[in-house]
């Protein structure tokens, strides 16, 4: 059985211009997301972890870590391929809000918007980009600014 793998797409800073907008795929979160998850950060709280506990809470039932939710939102704007292959390193996450709990069984998806655009070197720029991430009923769960390092095209003079 022989495999294909497929490099992403040449991209350059470029490519991207203010206010570009792309909305990824859906992504069910499920308990095994959460207790899996639980058990790599060792964050086992109980918001996440005890159901009995939870039952009783506010929400009713376990909720998803945030740092979770916000994980999977980077993981699916990265599989759809937008940044292609022009982004070099990642310089800071700001604004990040939780604005509604995620819940096992919440399906979720990212609105990303490209809301700084700084052609400021001649090798690198610098790309912002809003992540609004969804729920099924397109409830935002949470929102932050992801701004990244992006190779230009080199020109020669």
Not at 18 to 45: E, N
Not at 86 to 94: G, K, N, P, R, S
Not at 99 to 118: C, I, N, R
């Amino acid at each position: 059985m022989s495999r294909k793998f497929v490099d992403p797409e040449p991209k350059w800073f470029e490519d991207f211009e203010l206010g570009d907008v792309m909305t990824t795929r859906g992504r069910t979160v499920d308990i095994g997301d959460i207790t899996t998850y639980a058990g790599l950060t060792g964050d086992h709280y109980q918001l996440h972890t005890d159901a009995a506990f939870m039952a009783n809470s506010r929400f009713g039932q376990r909720i998803a870590h945030g740092p979770l939710t916000f994980s999977l939102a980077v993981g699916l704007v990265g599989l759809s391929g937008f940044y292609g292959d022009a982004i070099v390193a990642l310089i800071e996450i700001t604004g990040l809000k939780a604005t509604k709990p995620v819940f096992a069984g919440d399906t979720l998806h990212v609105v990303a918007e490209v809301t700084v655009h700084d052609a400021s070197g001649p090798k690198y720029g610098t790309l912002g980009v809003v992540y609004c991430v969804r729920n099924q009923d397109n409830e935002e769960v949470m929102t932050f600014l992801q701004t990244m390092l992006a190779k230009r095209r080199l020109t020669e003079n």
